[in-house]
Every structure is written in C-alpha cells, then in structure tokens.
C-alpha cells in the first residue's frame, strides 16, 4: 500500500516540477492543495513536504539551466537584494497585520502583469515581423547592460536603467514580503518583474529559478525545526521533483519564447484572480462581522 503511495507522490512531483520549472516556477502552489485536498495529507505536514520537494526541484533546475549557461548570477543577486529582510518581515507582520490586505494587493499585482505580458506576446505575434519591438523605453535608455551566451553559442542581451534597476531591488523586497505573510514563493513575482522589464525568458526563468534557492533553503530548515516534514512523505516527492526539475530545462529549449510566456501570463492570470477572491470574499466577511 505504502508502496503505491510512494509511486503517487514520485509521479506527482516529477510532472508538476517538471511543466513548472520550465516556466521558471517551482510548482508549490499545485502541489500542496493537491496533497491536502487530493490525498488528505494533515495540512502542516503537506506544506513541509511540499517546501522540501520544491526545494529539491529548484535545486535540480538550477543545475541544469546552470550547465546551459542561461542563468545570470548577477541579475539573481540584484533580484534578492532585500529578499531576506522581506521574508523576516512578512513573517513578523503575519503577526500585526492581516495576511488578506497583502494578498490582495498581490492579486491585483499579478493581474496587471499577466495581462500586460499577455497583450505584449498577442502584439508581437500580430505584428509584422519587419516592425519588431526594439525594446522597453526602460531598456533603450539602459546603464546596465548584460549578455548571456549559452553553451550552445546563442547570446540574448538586456538593458536596465535607473527605473528598471529600482523596480528589481524594491520587487526582491516585496517579493520575499509576500513568501512570509503568505507562503507563496518569490519567483511569481521576480519573474513577473523581469519580463516587464524585457528581460528574455530564456534568461529570465532560469535566473528566477537559480534566485529561489537561498529563500527555499531558509523554508525547509524552518519546516524542519518545527517539525512540518515527515520523510516518509517527502522523500519519494524529492525525488520526483529532481527528475522533474532536469526535464523542465530541456523543454524549456524546445518550446517557443512566446507560448512560453503566454503559458507564464495564463498561470499569473489565475493565480492573480485566485488571490483577489479570496482575500476580497475574506475582507468583505470581516466587514460584515464588525
């Protein structure tokens, strides 16, 4: 029985991790309701497990985008700047502050980012291909130029100016604000960010990806010590997650730049309608009760 039990929890963590991380994303927001509410595992130990299995998966993502050459380091760095100072935060603020108001803001957030990336992909697909896009305003009055060249010869270049600079720094900060008042990680938003300011997804993705890993360290050691991961769960999830998060690489390689993005502003479509229903039926509620 615990055998057919294992398979499962292999199974599910191989195919989500692996469409996720090819997308940039972890698929932690997949994998625990289905645990909770597929599987009937107790809530706290669902989101430990969760918390170690993505860690699993974005650590054999990262490797993978790391040996393509599609990661860079420094825009990961830039993007987690204040990461750390956001997550102490958002946890204390759980504390003071109602975890709805930050979601909604979130929600409302990931909205206008889906559909603006979503509109940009529907131009660039309508648009003529001898009147292509040259930039982000952001982009062509940039003072940080970057090249990443892949193991495979092909180079993608962006540009960052003051504007572009600020949203990063500021958005690591928020970014991790909203892994510690909600739990939900961070590269929903870095990635968001990045593609708002016209940066490739081919660059993009893995470097969100590779900047996952301190805060998804930070989650498993505190799910430890609290005692939220039950190994016996865990680790056939892991496990499936390491191979998930080497097939999402090599897909990512194979897929079209623009239906991924497309896939990107459909997930942040719904996650953003998600979060703003919630918290709003969840504020109106309290409202009604006062």
């Known amino acids: ?34 645990l909770i509410l597929g599987l009937g595992i107790e809530p706290r130990l669902a989101v430990g497990t969760t918390i170690l299995g993505v860690f ?9 985008y790391l040996r393509q050459g599609r990661v860079d380091i ?13 997550v102490a935060l958002g946890a204390y603020m759980t504390i003071v502050l109602l975890p709805d108001v930050l979601a909604l803001c979130m929600g409302a957030f990931l909205l206008y980012s889906g559909s603006r990336l ?10 003529p291909p001898n009147n292509q896009d040259s930039g982000s305003p952001d982009q062509r009055g940039g003072i940080w130029h970057r090249v990443v060249v892949d193991r495979g010869g092909e180079a993608f270049s962006y540009s960052l100016g003051r504007r572009g600079l600020a949203v990063a720094v500021v958005g690591s900060f928020f970014s991790g604000l ?31 990806m590779f900047g996952m890993l301190l805060t998804r360290a930070s989650s498993v050691v505190a799910h430890a010590l609290l005692g939220n991961i039950s190994l016996k769960l865990a680790a056939p999830l892991a496990l ?37 229903y919630r918290s709003l039926t969840a504020i109106l509620g309290a409202l009604k009760l006062s």
Request: hydrophobic residues 65%; proline residues 4%; charged residues 10%.
């Open 1 to 34: 029985m615990w055998l057919e039990f294992a398979t499962l929890l292999f199974s599910l963590g191989l195919t989500v991790t692996a469409a996720a991380s090819a997308l940039g994303l972890a698929g932690g927001a997949i994998i625990s309701p289905l």
């Open 56 to 64: 699993a998966a974005v650590l054999s993502a990262s490797v993978a």
């Open 74 to 86: 420094w825009l990961a760095l830039l993007f987690d700047a204040l990461d750390i100072l956001g």
């Open 118 to 127: 979503a509109l940009r992909v529907l131009r660039q697909w309508l648009r």
């Open 178 to 208: 909203v892994s510690g008042m909600l739990g939900l990680g961070g590269g929903v938003m870095d990635l968001s960010l990045m593609l708002l300011l016209g940066i490739p997804i081919e660059v993009a993705a893995p470097t969100a």
């Open 240 to 276: 499936g997650a390491l191979v998930g998060g080497q097939i999402g690489p090599r897909l990512a390689k194979r897929i079209r730049p623009e239906a991924l993005k497309l896939a990107f502003a459909s997930i942040v479509l719904v996650l953003g309608s998600l979060l703003l």
